[in-house]
Nanobody, 121 residues
Framework: QVHLVESGGGLVQPGGSLRLSCAAS????????MGWYRQAPEKQRELVGT???????EYAVSVEGRFTLSRDNAKNTVYLQMNSLKPEDTALYYC???????????????WGQGTQVTVSS
C-alpha cells in the first residue's frame, strides 16, 4: 500500500558529500516521522536520524553536525544531506516512514529497499 524509493547513493571519497532522497507513494493518509537508518556489513542496523512532519529532527551522535535531514511534505519526500563523509559511514542506507494509510486509524512502519553509500579513496 505504501512504497518508499531511495536514490542518491554511490561511491565518494573521504571528506566528500552525497545527498540521499526517499519518496513515499501509495495510499497515504498521513506521514508522521520519516528517517534514515544504516547497516554496515556484519553490524546491526542503526538510526541515522529522523524528522517529523513539523521538521523536528534528531540525529545519531556519530553524524550530528555532518548530516542534515530535510523534508518536503507536499512531495512525501525526505532528504539526507551527508557532508564530510568518513569511511565508517559506509553502509546500506534505508529510508523509514511511519505512515497512516487512507481510511485507516492506525499507523505502520515502512521501509525502502536500501541504497549503498561507500566512502573510500
Amino acid at each position: 500500500q505504501v512504497h518508499l524509493v531511495e536514490s542518491g547513493g554511490g561511491l565518494v571519497q573521504p571528506g566528500g558529500s552525497l545527498r540521499l532522497s526517499c519518496a513515499a507513494s501509495g495510499s497515504i493518509g498521513s506521514i508522521y516521522v520519516m528517517g534514515w537508518y544504516r547497516q554496515a556489513p556484519e553490524k546491526q542496523r542503526e538510526l541515522v536520524g529522523t524528522i517529523t512532519s513539523r521538521g523536528i529532527t534528531e540525529y545519531a551522535v556519530s553524524v550530528e553536525g555532518r548530516f542534515t535531514l530535510s523534508r518536503d511534505n507536499a512531495k512525501n519526500t525526505v532528504y539526507l544531506q551527508m557532508n564530510s563523509l568518513k569511511p565508517e559511514d559506509t553502509a546500506l542506507y534505508y529510508c523509514n516512514a511511519v505512515v497512516r494509510v487512507k481510511y485507516s486509524t492506525t499507523s505502520d512502519n515502512y521501509w525502502g529497499q536500501g541504497t549503498q553509500v561507500t566512502v573510500s579513496s
